[in-house]
């Protein structure tokens, strides 16, 4: 394969299908399986999931929420979505350990770099959930870290659209998709991979970031065999 350890970033979003809020049952499941089926084949997967399914820090700012408690209250629905990542995964005899940036002993033990490898070595899919821990982070920059801190070898990022593009492919019909970028092209040519914070550091780390299609059955699969996918920044 390719790509032997990755680390899987997903958005909450993702995970309500076309529902107006929560989980949608079968996005989950067809997550799983795709994760599933390359766990078989031997990759190692860590997960990032978001929270906007359920709710966003900075979007509770504009409701009178004081930005950390709207960020914690962030961070604890990517904790909810990730118990339905771990459910999902047992239910179809998976092996999966869900680990928090932040003390919530019953649900998750605190992340451990050495003992998240070591889970991965075991092929057990491990999921990282809270974020950083920290307010005034997203969960890309989580994912980022993540990453960083297991030795990955790249940075999925999981859409609905399969790559990047010139300019938003669902309102510009005329916008041209990007094979591979630099990271200096992508800052040249303000393109929106991830956050700044993110962004910068798998520039230092010189941690490769793709961005392929999640919702299409296979993708992942394919990556992982080489398959030129998505849009691949290094």
Do not use: H, W
């Not at 966003?56 to 009178?64: E, M, Q, S, V």
């Not at 821990?133 to 659209?161: C, M, Y």
């Amino acid at each position: 394969m390719k790509y032997k350890r990755i680390l899987l970033k997903l958005s909450g979003e993702a995970l309500q299908g076309n529902d107006a809020y929560g989980i949608n049952a079968d996005v989950l499941n067809a997550y799983v399986k795709q994760v599933k089926e390359v766990v078989n084949k031997g990759a190692q997967v860590g997960i990032v999931i978001g929270g906007g399914n359920i709710f966003r820090g900075i979007a509770g700012t504009g409701k009178g929420f004081d930005r950390v408690i709207g960020d914690q209250m962030g961070m604890m629905a990517t904790v909810i979505n990730s118990m339905a990542l771990l459910s999902a995964f047992q239910n179809t005899g998976q092996k999966a350990r869900v680990f928090t940036a932040f003390s919530i002993e019953s649900i998750g033990e605190r992340f451990n770099k050495f003992k998240a490898i070591k889970a991965l070595e075991n092929g057990e899919v491990a999921i990282f959930s809270g974020g950083t821990g920290n307010p005034f982070f997203t969960t890309d920059s989580a994912s980022a870290l993540r990453a960083v801190e297991i030795e990955a070898d790249v940075l999925l990022k999981g859409t609905r659209v399969d790559g990047i593009y010139t300019a938003d492919p669902e309102k510009d019909p005329e916008a041209v998709k990007f094979d591979t970028l630099s990271f200096d092209e992508t800052i040249q040519k303000s393109l929106k991979v991830m956050d700044l914070t993110a962004f910068a550091l798998c520039k230092e780390n010189s941690l490769p970031i793709l961005v392929f299609d999640m919702n299409t059955e296979g993708n992942l699969l394919k990556i992982l065999k080489g398959e030129n996918i998505g849009t691949l920044v290094k």
